[in-house]
């Protein structure tokens, strides 16, 4: 009896240890700061581009119009030409006072900094499902700030992602708001071949150039 229980006991005490192992390593890593592609940190207001760290297949992040019919809202697309750097954008943390380093896998807003034709802002944010391409793309006319309910679609995180890093849409504003989980990815439109930042289970892998 006295054997059953120290065995019982040492199963036990190896599946603590198990958890908390696996525990610690799926959690390092969550609070480092981002990196650039000169190896300093990022930071929150700065100008920076967001550019494909495989190339060959389009350039930086920038604005276009959904489709020849539609000129607003802008939607988030990849440039097709890839030594383009497309727009430069800043991020916007969740809490200010936290810091003006830029954190992996916490919420933040992204913006262009630029003009534009529409009389919107440049937030991005998820738009809705569009039911022709089956796809949940990512546009603009976000709310900066705010967070929320009504601001949960407006809200992304960075996280790492092999040696590089991926744009994540999972927001934690909102703590009763049932949500979408996914990695952002490129989808690309049949005909006019329009690469658009939508949801994906395959990462839009990127790395940031300040501007």
Known sequence: MLGSNTKTMRITVLLILSFSFTLFTSTKGAS???LDTTGKKLLYGVDYYILPVIRGRGGGVTMGQRNKNTTCPLDVIQEQNEVSNGL???????????????I???????KFSAMTVCVQST????GGYDESTKQWFVTT???????????VSNWFKIEKYEDDY???FCPTVCSFCKVLCRD???FVEEGTGARR?????LPFKVMFKKS
């Open 32 to 34: 480092d700061p981002v």
């Open 88 to 102: 430069p954008l800043r991020f916007s943390p969740l809490d200010p006072a936290k810091g003006e380093t830029v």
């Open 104 to 110: 992996t896998a916490t919420d933040l807003n992204i």
């Open 123 to 126: 937030v991005w944010k998820l």
């Open 141 to 151: 006319g976000g709310v900066e700030g705010n967070p929320g309910r009504q601001t």
């Open 166 to 168: 991926k744009l994540v």
């Open 184 to 186: 952002i990815g490129v």
């Open 197 to 201: 930042l939508a949801l994906s289970d």
